[in-house]
């Protein structure tokens, strides 16, 4: 499994750049519109899965930012997880001005925990690093919490 994974990330990898800065900045402009429905044109889920969609989400934006930049080292990591961070508090300021949304700082940490999950499995499935593990595995914590 870990060696499909690793496979998987080197194709990534060796995409363009055009391909891999469009990805990003198309996940970008898909959560920026799901963000703009009003709440009664979403679903209502058990209130666990709409904090898993923020992890799956940012996480997702997490590393694909840190294919588009080719850093899947600390360095990486940092801005991967910088750039998901901040665009969810942007997201959630968003909230603030749709119909029938507000704003929750606990996704802003649901984001940093997906955000920090994805681009720890990211470093550490190419550094194999076992600090990159623990920050996994406290992103987990987070993510969930």
């Not at 961070?85 to 997906?114: C, I, K, N």
């Not at 550490?124 to 987070?142: I, Q």
Request: net charge positive.
């Amino acid at each position: 499994m870990i060696a499909k994974l690793d496979a998987w990330l080197r194709r990534a990898e060796r995409l363009s750049p055009v391909v891999r800065w469009l990805a990003a900045v198309g996940w970008l402009v898909l959560i920026w519109s799901a963000s703009a429905l009003p709440r009664h044109a979403t679903p209502r889920f058990h209130p666990v899965v709409p904090n898993m969609a923020h992890v799956v989400a940012f996480g997702t934006l997490a590393g694909l930012w840190m294919l588009a930049v080719r850093r899947l080292d600390w360095r990486g990591f940092g801005i991967g997880v910088s750039v998901a961070t901040l665009y969810g508090a942007m997201d959630e300021w968003h909230q603030s001005f749709v119909p029938g949304r507000s704003p929750d700082a606990w996704d802003v940490v649901s984001d940093f925990g997906g955000a920090c999950l994805v681009a720890a499995a990211m470093v550490w499935l190419r550094a194999r690093s076992r600090s990159a593990a623990w920050l996994a595995l406290g992103a987990v914590v987070v993510a969930c919490a």
